[in-house]
C-alpha cells in the first residue's frame, strides 16, 4: 500500500521541480525493506515476498536507486547470454529498470531480444519493454518501432497497446502518434474501435494532453450515437 501511493504521487510529480527530491524521499522509504529481502529468493519464501520484491526492485529502478538500475543491467546481461539466468517472474521487472534507464547499445540489444524471440509471451514482454524507454529520442526510435514490420503478423493488436504504454511517459509522442495513424492501429480491433476511441483513449492519455483535444478527435472518429460514451470517458478524467 505505501508502495503504491508513492507510485502515485511520483507519477504526478514527473516534470515538477520537485520531483528529484520526491523521488529521493521515495527510495529512502523503500530502500531499508529492500535490504532486508535482498535480491534473490530464499527457500520456502512466502509468494507474498517474492511479489513485493519485484515491486521494490521495480520501483527504486524506476525511481533511480545506482545500485539498483546497475544490478538489474548486470543481470540482464547474463540474460542476453542465458536466458535461465533470470527466473521468468524476474523477467519483466527486471528488464522494465534497465530500459527505462536504456542507452542506445542497451536499447537495441533489447530490441534485438524483441525481433528474435519466437515466443509470444515474450515478443510482448520486449517490445513493451522498449515503450517505457526514458530517453526522449528512443522514444521516437520506439514509436517506430512499435508501427514497423517488426511486430510479427500474429501480434496485430500489439501495436495500439505499445503506442497505449508509451504513452504513460511519453505523452504528446504517443499522441501524435496515435492520430496520425489511429486507422492502422485501430484496424485489429474493429468491434471495438469505437469505444477505445470514446472511453478508453482519454483514459490514456489525460494526463498529458488538452482534454478539448481529446473530445475534438474522438467526436470526428466516433459515430454520433456513442456521443454519451465520450462524454463519459472525458467525464472521468475531468
Known amino acids: 500500500q505505501i508502495a503504491g501511493a508513492l507510485e502515485t504521487i511520483e507519477y504526478a510529480e514527473r516534470d515538477t521541480p520537485g520531483h528529484a527530491a520526491f523521488a529521493a524521499y521515495a527510495r529512502s522509504l523503500l530502500r531499508p525493506a529492500f535490504e532486508q529481502i535482498g535480491w534473490d529468493a530464499k527457500p520456502a519464501e512466502a509468494p507474498t515476498v517474492r511479489q513485493l520484491r519485484r515491486v ?4 527504486l529502478g524506476t525511481w533511480g536507486d545506482e545500485a539498483v538500475i546497475a544490478e538489474a543491467r548486470r543481470r540482464f546481461s547474463a540474460f542476453v547470454a542465458d536466458h535461465s539466468a533470470i527466473a521468468p517472474d524476474d523477467r519483466g521487472v527486471i528488464l522494465s529498470v534497465v530500459a527505462r534507464h536504456a542507452d542506445e547499445p542497451a536499447f537495441e540489444q533489447i530490441h534485438a ?17 522498449l515503450m517505457e524507454v526514458a530517453d526522449p529520442g528512443l522514444a521516437v526510435r520506439a ?4 508501427l514497423s514490420g517488426d511486430i510479427p503478423p500474429q501480434a496485430n493488436a500489439l501495436p495500439l497497446n ?6 504513460r511517459d511519453h505523452q504528446p509522442l504517443a499522441w501524435a502518434t496515435f492520430t496520425a495513424n489511429s486507422e492502422k492501429l485501430l484496424a485489429p480491433e474493429p468491434m471495438f474501435a469505437p469505444l ?6 482519454p483514459q490514456v492519455f489525460w494526463s498529458g494532453v488538452p482534454l478539448a483535444e481529446v473530445e475534438t478527435w474522438a467526436r470526428a472518429h466516433v459515430p454520433a450515437q456513442m ?3 465520450v462524454d463519459r470517458g472525458l467525464g472521468d478524467q475531468s
Open 143 to 146: 514509436a517506430k518501432i512499435a
Open 113 to 129: 531480444l524483441a525481433r528474435e524471440t519466437r515466443d509470444a509471451s515474450e515478443v510482448q514482454r520486449f517490445f513493451s519493454a
Open 162 to 167: 505499445l503506442i497505449f504504454e508509451l504513452a
Open 227 to 229: 456521443s454519451p460514451v
Open 196 to 201: 477505445i476511441a470514446a472511453q478508453y483513449m
Open 56 to 59: 521494490l526492485i521495480g520501483d
